[in-house]
């Protein structure tokens, strides 16, 4: 039984980490730009896919390293050409744009990949090696996906904190008229989230590929999933979020023994709803904080 | 003042019946099948279009709601309670004039729930869930109103595709016809029937298309309007926002609920395709391609693009087709392609002669 209890708990860090992942995306962009880009779930996605795709050519780690590259490349040619000329967009017209690249690049995967389930090779070992920590059996491959999100979540902070572009984007996060003024460029900055976050998405996409297997519709699910734990979070706070992944992803986990497999999708986004409802200013957020921003 | 705003109302009927002589005379009357479902799929667009463009709510999940009408229907109008005949609670029902018996295609006897009751049970849970839902969900604003009428789409998805008693991914078919006069007239019954079946869907949007038009130049659309452009300021000026929004999102529930019964039964059934995600994102395009806040704009829209993407024109990119849409209305006319500009001009063309 406590062994189970461990599988479980294992399984949910797994998908927690990915959620977190797609949660820092959302509050980058959110961030820089107060807008929540609804086609954060693609980049994981895209990432995944291309990585698969560069694999047959490529070693491993160049096959995801390029696939990180492409998937920023995207993320900032989709920057420029559909969000960066517009002046003051209103909300809902930000949303329904999002949600409209969201759909393209979901088409061109599938008119690229088909329908197909795919997945990269396992890093170290195979499907069935496993470490074992007190009868409780671990894939290498969950501690890759962990090592690798923690450096992501580190770098990340490290690099808002101590670089000097990362102060920029923060600068640009907390009034962007101000920033302008002292001569940032916002709007590059801008450009300049959207490439990170598919960059992290992607990189996630890769490392989580071989448990969680890719396919060209996974991205709604994980926006979805990973808005929940931006807004569990407090939508702009990433490091929240990543805690806020690993609830979310052992809460989900555990859910399997009380309900069918079928209805785990409904565990977050009643979450989700719940927490909307009740304290739309996220588990760690401040009330009065969040009735100053705009969304 | 009252003939301009029911001189589009005519328009629509002489259309309605244009096109039906139309494909008369050139032997297409096969299109009618396509159109009549375009019709019902517009009846949940103008809906969504009031509830968008004038109370400027974002609805993501008004699949849902023609899913909960359709499923609700299907469900009822083909569970079996013959072999239950002696419970009391079906003696009841039976009693009451609420079942109805038929025979299957194999011969056997089926005793189920009365279509009409199934389709007045069917709206009165949508405007319930509307209720229940939309109380929470309404005091929320741009990404969070959209993420969370998104979830409680994609929950009724996942309901109805992870449920053995919906069919999962099949769906429930063989749903009977829906009887509308005595002599087996109604909603489905195959191509005999087609074109009762296209001016009956099409007097649906008509009656629709009434009531918003009155609606709307009413003392309801006038607080709509104020809700969309100042929120606070309507507020302060004592309209009750909160009540009007709920009853807008209760109203265009219902009407995709309607849409979702009949076209159900015109179908002869339903599948999980109908709640995605997808679908409801569809209904958004349309109410964007239209104009936010046209709902003329957004009925004309909605009937060809349906009707092109129902004869299968848009091929494999059927959802790209949408997608693309979406984006490139909200990148250069936010306010649809049927714009004011557009309609100003038609009104002066219509002066002049």
Same mark, same amino acid.
């Given at each position: 039984?406590?062994?189970?209890?461990?599988?479980?708990?294992?399984?949910?860090?797994?998908?927690?980490?990915?959620?977190?992942?797609?949660?820092?995306?959302?509050?980058?962009?959110?961030?820089?730009?107060?807008?929540?880009?609804?086609?954060?779930?693609?980049?994981?996605?895209?990432?995944?896919?291309?990585?698969?795709?560069?694999?047959?050519?490529?070693?491993?780690?160049?096959?995801?390293?390029?696939?990180?590259?492409?998937?920023?490349?995207?993320? %900032?040619?989709?920057?420029?050409?559909?969000?960066?000329?517009?002046?003051?967009?209103?909300?809902?017209?930000?949303?329904?744009?999002?949600?409209?690249?969201?759909?393209?690049?979901?088409?061109?995967? #599938?008119?690229?990949?088909?329908?197909?389930?795919?997945?990269?090779?396992?890093?170290?070992?195979?499907?069935?090696?496993?470490?074992?920590?007190?009868?409780?059996?671990?894939?290498?491959?969950? #501690?890759?996906?962990?090592?690798?999100?923690?450096?992501?979540?580190?770098?990340?902070?490290?690099?808002?904190?101590?670089?000097?572009?990362?102060?920029?984007?923060?600068?640009?996060?907390?009034?962007?008229?101000?920033?302008?003024?002292? %001569?940032?460029?916002?709007?590059?900055?801008?450009?300049?989230?959207?490439?990170?976050?598919?960059?992290?998405?992607?990189?996630?996409?890769?490392?989580?590929?071989?448990?969680?297997?890719?396919?060209?519709?996974?991205?709604?699910?994980?926006?979805?999933?990973?808005?929940?734990?931006?807004?569990?979070?407090?939508? %702009?706070?990433?490091?929240?979020?990543?805690?806020?992944?690993?609830?979310? %992803?052992?809460?989900?986990?555990?859910?399997?023994?009380?309900?069918?497999?079928?209805?785990?999708?409904?565990?977050?986004?009643?979450?989700?709803?719940?927490? #909307?409802?009740?304290?739309?200013?996220? #588990?760690?957020?401040?009330?009065?904080?969040?009735?100053?921003?705009?969304? | 003042?009252?003939?301009?705003?029911? $001189?589009?109302?005519?328009?629509?009927?002489?259309?309605?019946?244009?096109?039906?002589? +139309?494909?008369?005379?050139?032997?297409?009357?096969?299109?009618?099948?396509? @159109?009549?479902?375009?019709?019902?799929?517009?009846?949940?667009?103008?809906?969504?279009?009031?509830?968008?463009?004038?109370?400027?709510?974002?609805?993501?999940?008004?699949?849902?709601?023609?899913?909960?009408?359709?499923?609700?229907?299907?469900?009822?109008?083909?569970? &079996?309670?013959?072999?239950?005949?002696?419970?009391?609670?079906?003696?009841?029902?039976?009693?009451?004039?609420?079942?109805?018996?038929?025979?299957? +295609?194999?011969?056997?006897?089926?005793?189920?729930?009365? !279509?009409?009751?199934?389709?007045?049970?069917?709206?009165?849970?949508?405007?319930?869930?509307?209720?229940?839902?939309?109380? !929470?969900?309404?005091?929320?604003?741009?990404?969070?109103?959209?993420?969370?009428?998104?979830?409680?789409?994609?929950?009724?998805?996942?309901?109805? +595709?992870?449920?053995?008693? /919906?069919?999962?991914?099949?769906?429930?078919?063989?749903?009977?016809?829906?009887?509308?006069?005595?002599?087996?007239?109604?909603?489905?019954?195959?191509?005999?029937?087609? *074109?009762? &079946?296209?001016?009956?869907?099409?007097?649906?949007?008509?009656?629709?298309? *009434?009531?918003?038009?009155?609606?709307? &130049?009413?003392?309801?659309?006038? $607080?709509?309007?104020?809700?969309?452009?100042?929120?606070?300021?309507?507020?302060?000026?004592?309209?009750?926002?909160?009540? =009007?929004?709920?009853?807008? /999102?209760?109203?265009?529930?219902?009407?995709?609920?309607?849409?979702?019964?009949?076209?159900?039964?015109?179908?002869?059934?339903?599948? !999980?395709?109908?709640?995605?995600?997808?679908?409801?994102?569809? =209904?958004?395009?349309?109410?964007?391609?239209?104009?936010?806040?046209?709902?003329?704009?957004? +009925?004309?829209?909605?009937?060809?693009?349906? /009707?092109?993407?129902?004869?299968?024109?848009?091929?494999? =990119?059927?959802?790209?087709?949408?997608?693309?849409?979406?984006?490139?209305?909200?990148?250069?006319?936010?306010?649809?392609?049927?714009?004011?500009?557009?309609?100003?001009? @038609?009104?002066?063309?219509?002066?002049?002669?």
């Amino acid at each position: 039984m406590i062994e189970l209890f461990f599988q479980y708990l294992v399984a949910g860090l797994t998908y927690g980490t990915i959620y977190a992942i797609v949660g820092i995306g959302f509050n980058i962009i959110y961030n820089t730009t107060g807008i929540i880009n609804f086609a954060q779930g693609e980049f994981v996605m895209l990432g995944g896919m291309t990585a698969v795709s560069l694999q047959a050519f490529l070693p491993l780690p160049l096959a995801i390293f390029g696939a990180v590259l492409v998937t920023m490349i995207i993320g %900032g040619l989709i920057e420029m050409t559909f969000i960066r000329w517009l002046v003051k967009p209103s909300v809902l017209r930000m949303i329904i744009i999002t949600i409209g690249i969201s759909i393209l690049i979901r088409e061109a995967a #599938l008119a690229i990949w088909g329908e197909g389930v795919r997945s990269l090779p396992y890093f170290t070992g195979n499907e069935i090696s496993a470490l074992s920590f007190g009868g409780v059996r671990v894939s290498p491959q969950v #501690l890759w996906s962990l090592g690798f999100c923690s450096i992501v979540v580190l770098s990340l902070n490290l690099f808002f904190k101590y670089t000097m572009l990362g102060r920029e984007m923060r600068a640009c996060a907390a009034n962007r008229e101000a920033a302008a003024l002292c %001569g940032i460029p916002t709007k590059n900055m801008v450009t300049l989230s959207f490439v990170l976050s598919a960059g992290i998405g992607a990189l996630a996409g890769c490392v989580v590929s071989p448990i969680t297997y890719t396919q060209y519709n996974i991205g709604t699910g994980l926006a979805i999933k990973g808005f929940t734990v931006a807004i569990l979070g407090g939508l %702009g706070n990433s490091m929240a979020a990543v805690a806020a992944g690993f609830i979310l %992803g052992v809460l989900e986990s555990f859910s399997i023994w009380v309900l069918p497999t079928a209805y785990k999708d409904t565990i977050s986004i009643s979450i989700l709803l719940a927490m #909307l409802f009740i304290r739309p200013s996220g #588990l760690f957020g401040n009330r009065e904080a969040m009735r100053l921003k705009d969304f | 003042m009252k003939t301009s705003r029911f $001189a589009p109302i005519l328009s629509l009927l002489v259309a309605v019946a244009a096109i039906q002589l +139309l494909t008369l005379a050139t032997g297409r009357e096969f299109y009618l099948t396509q @159109l009549t479902m375009a019709a019902y799929y517009s009846l949940v667009a103008v809906g969504l279009c009031l509830l968008m463009g004038f109370a400027g709510q974002i609805s993501m999940g008004h699949a849902g709601f023609f899913a909960i009408g359709g499923y609700t229907s299907a469900v009822l109008t083909t569970l &079996n309670l013959a072999s239950h005949k002696d419970a009391v609670l079906v003696e009841w029902l039976a009693k009451l004039g609420i079942l109805t018996a038929r025979q299957d +295609l194999y011969g056997s006897q089926i005793l189920s729930v009365h !279509p009409w009751a199934a389709c007045v049970l069917a709206v009165l849970l949508a405007l319930a869930v509307a209720w229940a839902i939309g109380i !929470p969900v309404l005091k929320l604003k741009g990404h969070y109103l959209a993420m969370a009428t998104l979830g409680f789409g994609t929950i009724i998805y996942s309901i109805v +595709l992870g449920t053995e008693h /919906f069919g999962a991914a099949d769906g429930i078919s063989s749903v009977p016809p829906f009887p509308l006069l005595p002599g087996g007239v109604g909603v489905g019954g195959g191509s005999s029937q087609r *074109v009762i &079946n296209y001016y009956f869907a099409w007097l649906l949007v008509v009656a629709a298309m *009434v009531l918003l038009v009155n609606l709307i &130049n009413s003392r309801v659309g006038r $607080a709509l309007r104020s809700i969309h452009g100042a929120e606070d300021a309507a507020n302060a000026m004592g309209v009750d926002t909160s009540q =009007y929004k709920l009853f807008t /999102f209760m109203l265009s529930a219902a009407l995709a609920a309607i849409a979702g019964v009949f076209l159900t039964h015109f179908n002869g059934g339903i599948g !999980p395709s109908e709640a995605s995600i997808m679908k409801s994102i569809r =209904y958004v395009s349309i109410v964007a391609v239209g104009g936010m806040g046209s709902i003329w704009g957004t +009925l004309i829209m909605s009937t060809v693009l349906n /009707f092109f993407s129902l004869r299968g024109y848009f091929g494999t =990119y059927d959802d790209a087709v949408f997608g693309g849409i979406l984006i490139v209305i909200m990148l250069f006319a936010p306010d649809g392609i049927i714009g004011s500009d557009l309609r100003r001009m @038609l009104r002066k063309l219509v002066k002049q002669t």
